[in-house]
Structures are given as C-alpha cells and as structure tokens.
C-alpha cells in the first residue's frame, strides 16, 4: 500500500558539518509534509513543515526539499550539533485529511 | 500555554488488566489523534476524534481497545484485557480544525505488559 519511507535507518554526523535526512512518499494526493524531531522518552517535535505548492522552505538552520516530481522530501540541518541526536521522521498528510502518516523513522548520531 | 498533556507517563499492567490512558489537548485545539509506537519503529495511528465523535478508527484493533473525547474532559484511550503485544507507547497529538495542520505531540505513555 502507499506510504511514507525513509531511505536511510540511521546516519552518524561530525559536530559542525551538515546533515541531510531523505524521504521518499508513495501517495501522490500528499500535499502537507512535516518533519518531526524525536529524542529519547519524548513526543515527537515539530521541525518545519512544506506544501506541495512550493519546493523549498527554510527555517533556522534547517532547510526542507520537496520533490514532487520523484516524491522526494529531505531535511537539511545546517552545523550540526549533539543536540541535533535523536530520531526524525517525515509525515504527510493527503488533502484534506487530518491525520498524518509517518516513516519508519532515521537515527541520526551527531560524534564530538 | 501548556502542551498537550499524558498521564500517566508509564504504566504497568498485568495481562488481562484494563488500561486506561489520558490526553488533554492543547487549549484551542478540537482534534485528538492516538498514535502507537512500537521500539525502534515509526507511530502508526489509530483513531482520530473530535468532541464527542469519532471521525477516523481505521487504525484501531477491532477488539479490545476503544477512545473517547468527551464534552468535558481528556480524551482516554482504553484496552481492555491487555496482552503483551500491547507493550508499546502510545503517542496522543491534538490540532486545530483545519486541515493541513502539525499535529502538536504529547510525551506519551509507556506501558507495560507483564
């Protein structure tokens, strides 16, 4: 059935440099895409969020791709940090519906 | 203004035991979605609900677990005769009735399936 993927489960990243988290989504009535931070014992947070009408949004120190065309989402983290380890997931949610489904998740590990 | 909130945080169950799980959603928001996560996956809903009514149960197991959002009060999550493939936490997020909207998470609660 459709879904949302992640290509990579997890991704080791040196302090400082720059990290690229991908995502590829099979339903192609998705316009809403959220990426979603998750540390240890917590909730998911809310990272940044695109519509399908644009392909490019930036926030602080983080930058989401949209691909519509190959149905391609990526989170970029600009100077990674520790705090920058946990788990992100990319969710979408398909026009006019509510609720979101997510990926299986990346682990990204930042190393000192 | 306080986030959405979960109580409790872990609970422990003993097979065939009833659990119940609570969700206050953040102030303005009318929609409540239950989602379950199992260690090292992703969240997969369950139900989706607004006061009083259940707009979306495609994800909930057909037996034993069932949700409310009352007029007043949290929304719950309940299982019944739990077993242990229960074992896992269960995420509530809340939003405002809009589509196209973040769903804002709680912290979740553990539970336990002895």
């Known amino acids: 059935g459709e879904s949302v993927g992640l290509h990579l489960p997890t991704l080791s990243v040196q302090e400082g440099d720059n990290s690229i988290i991908n995502c590829a989504y099979s339903n192609s009535a998705s316009d809403y895409f959220i990426w979603y931070k998750q540390e240890s014992g917590k909730g998911p947070q809310f990272i940044i969020d695109i519509r399908s009408n644009m392909d490019k949004r930036q926030g602080q120190r983080v930058t989401v791709l949209l691909n519509k065309t190959v149905k391609h989402l990526s989170l970029q983290i600009a100077a990674t940090q520790p705090g920058d380890s946990a788990v992100y997931f990319c969710?979408?949610?398909?026009?006019?519906?509510?609720?979101?489904?997510f990926g299986a998740g990346t682990t990204v590990t930042v190393r000192a | 203004n306080a986030g959405v909130m979960q109580n409790p945080r872990h609970l422990v169950r003993r097979r065939g035991q009833e659990a119940r799980l609570r969700c206050s959603p953040m102030k303005g928001h009318s929609h409540v979605y239950w989602y379950r996560q199992l260690p090292e996956e992703g969240l997969k809903f369950m139900v989706y609900?607004?006061?009083?009514?259940?707009?979306?149960e495609s994800g909930m197991p057909k037996e034993r677990f069932s949700a409310e959002f009352p007029k007043e009060g949290p929304s719950i999550l309940r299982i019944q005769q739990v077993v242990r493939g229960d074992s896992a936490a269960y995420f509530c997020a809340s939003s405002p009735p809009v589509a196209g909207s973040p769903l804002h998470f709680g912290n979740g609660t553990r539970l336990t399936v002895t």
């Open positions: 609900l607004q006061k009083e009514n259940i707009i979306d």
């Open positions: 969710a979408e949610n398909p026009l006019g519906d509510y609720k979101l489904s």
